[in-house]
């Protein structure tokens, strides 16, 4: 049995193949970024998963593709918790940047964008990937996520910058007591994922100027830190993975156009395209 993992910050999709690479189930977990989760953590939401474990002992290959598995310790500390789980399976682990390459061009020539509750980027020249600057995470990066306008838009609120009656909208559907945010923000497990559901409140009130005004600045932001600064970037294909771009694909192909960029595709989730890479090069 083989297992392929995409994994962001707050959910990981897993879907199992048998020794003639046919799917026997899928499942999923909450995220198991190890950038931020502690082994302990990342072992949890392991073996909390019926399917996982009930299957452990018959992995013989997990493939792991995840945020926060781009540098060497983490991803260590990754492999190290998925060893533990399958005994008998051999371990990769990989950043989530490769299986979106791997979901979305299929190993050819290619500039690759994520944009979920994390975002980065990359050039794929059809053999490595590129990337013009390291992600430094939810703190100081992550332009246009789900955390980012997560964190947009509890400062606009904060600061009264939101309109009133969308302020009263977004104040009756989530707790923004001081104590609470602070407490998910510096007390809680995945501070990121918290922020990236917030985000979810734009797709409400997407029609309204003030928040195509915020979702358009973070795509101009993104695009001009993560899309541009490639010297390809108007020449071969740009895909875009994750939900932000694809619930609000409209926005950023009128950002795109604005920059001379066009996008090939949008994809939500890509483990279907990566299993299917999978069957055809494993």
Known sequence: MILI???GSTKADWIALDDQKQEIFRTRTKGLNPAIL????LENRLVNNFELTKNADKVDAVYFYGAGCGTPKPNAK???????VFL???IEVAEDMLAAVYAASGGAEAIVCILGTGSNSCYFDGKKMHQNVASL????????????FGKKLIQDFYYQRMPEAIAQDFAQKYNLDADEIKRNLYQEDS????LGQFAEFMFDHKDKPYMHQLIRKGFEEFMETRVLPYPKAK????YFIGSIAYFFRP???EVANKYGITIKDVIRRPIDRLVAYHQQNT
Request: avoid cysteine.
């Open 5 to 7: 993992a995409d994994g």
């Open 38 to 41: 502690t082994e302990a953590q």
């Open 78 to 84: 990754l492999a190290k918790v998925l060893q533990k």
């Open 88 to 90: 008998n399976a051999k």
């Open 137 to 148: 995470g939810y703190i100081l990066m992550d332009e246009a996520s789900g955390n980012y």
């Open 191 to 194: 501070p990121n994922a918290y």
């Open 235 to 238: 020449e071969v294909p740009v």
């Open 251 to 253: 926005v950023l192909e």
